[in-house]
């Protein structure tokens, strides 16, 4: 029988570099939270980023929606529980249940991973160690509610982001959860200061390294920001997102 993944348990501390104006973590430090655990849960698995890079691969994240419930305080715990949701062809999906310190609900998600050839810099099949590992018994908390991130079809406003070396990952690239960042700084400077966003949905479609700029562009709709960020040498979409937001809840 294939072993079954149990789920990961991993506790953050809300630090004060980690908070908005508003006094709760950003939207980006849960992201940031739940990509800890995931690579600590992957290395309890064998599956670690030295463990793929001894066999010339590497994990890629693809897409990641999250709705946050509620965000927590400075100071106060966070609780992100985690465990392999599923794998096909090209994707192993991961879910995420974010708690506080007496386990009331903060936030959800789900994400999708692709595991690359390091070289060719090109996906390839999920190993069948990956496939051989047996999801917990219990249900998504929550899943994609489209096949693709709905794509932007005007720019009502636009910034630019210079990479900078700390906005770097180990592998030379832009890390994910800086894009999640230049994302939301489109957003109209009335709407930072006075909502926050109840759920992203995020999809990473290609790299951008050390001294490229990046164009953060954002359509606002009726109920939800549309984002694109763009590689500014070649207009490459390196990521485009959907947000929704609420008013500031106290």
Not at 24 to 37: D, F, G, I, P, V
Not at 130 to 146: G, H, K, N, Q, W
Not at 189 to 196: F, G, P, V
Not at 216 to 245: E, F, I, P, S
Request: aromatic share 8%; net charge neutral; glycine share 4%.
């Amino acid at each position: 029988m294939p072993p079954r993944a149990q789920p990961w348990t991993e506790s953050f501390a809300v630090r004060s570099y980690e908070i908005t104006p508003h006094g709760r973590a950003s939207l980006q430090t849960l992201c940031k939270y739940c990509q800890e655990a995931a690579g600590n849960h992957a290395q309890a698995l064998g599956l670690s980023r030295d463990a793929m890079l001894d066999r010339g691969l590497a994990w890629v994240l693809m897409r990641l929606r999250l709705q946050i419930q509620r965000y927590p305080e400075w100071g106060h715990t966070v609780r992100v529980e985690t465990w392999p949701s599923g794998v096909d062809s090209l994707y192993a999906t991961r879910a995420f249940l974010l708690r506080d310190g007496n386990a009331a609900p903060l936030a959800r998600g789900t994400s999708a991973w692709a595991v690359i050839d390091v070289e060719r810099r090109r996906p390839v099949r999920i190993p069948d160690d990956v496939y051989a590992i047996e999801p917990p018994d219990r249900p998504r908390p929550l899943d994609f509610a489209t096949r693709r991130v709905h794509a932007m079809e005007q720019v009502d406003r636009a910034r630019r982001f210079d990479v900078r070396f700390s906005d770097l990952d180990v592998n030379q690239h832009v890390n994910n959860v800086r894009y999640v960042e230049w994302a939301l700084e489109a957003a109209p400077r009335e709407m930072l200061l006075t909502q926050q966003p109840t759920e992203i949905d995020i999809q990473f479609r290609a790299e951008t390294g050390l001294g490229e700029t990046v164009a953060a562009q954002l359509q606002q709709g009726a109920d939800r920001l549309l984002h694109r960020l763009q590689r500014t040498r070649d207009d490459k979409t390196v990521a485009q997102a959907t947000t929704q937001w609420a008013e500031l809840d106290g």
